[in-house]
Nanobody, 128 residues
């Protein structure tokens, strides 16, 4: 059974950092497009960052570019999101998601509803 489990969320002050983890089981991450999404109260789900399976290219939303870093550890079958210089507007539930295997299109054009596998989410709250 394919499963994604996120962890690492919490409460942090503005300017602080957090690292989210997403452990995959039942499938091999490097054959899948994988990404991070977030949803704040009253807002639509937003794509944050993703890694394409075809060439490993990476996409970031403009709102997080330069502050967040996505990475993947194939040996641990784990996806990470390093979040630095956090702002109150980063407050949301963060989800990891996967689609595949062997998707050839760039992850930046894949819509959230096309992802077939989702984690349960982890809450990130940025507040003083």
């Amino acid at each position: 059974q394919l499963q994604l489990v996120e962890s690492g969320g919490g409460l942090v002050q503005p300017g602080g950092s957090l690292r989210l983890s997403c452990v995959a089981s039942g499938f091999t991450l490097d054959r899948y497009v994988i990404g991070w999404f977030r949803q704040a109260p009253g807002k639509n789900r937003e794509g944050v960052s993703c890694i394409s399976s075809s060439d490993g290219s990476i996409y970031y939303a403009d709102s997080v570019k330069g502050r967040f870093t996505i990475s993947r550890d194939n040996a641990k079958n784990t996806l990470y999101l390093q979040m630095n210089s956090l702002k109150p507007e980063d407050t949301a539930v963060y989800y990891c998601a996967a689609i595949g295997p062997d998707v050839q299109v760039m992850c930046s054009i894949i819509k959230s509803y096309e992802y077939g596998y989702w984690g349960q989410g982890t809450q990130v709250t940025v507040s003083s």
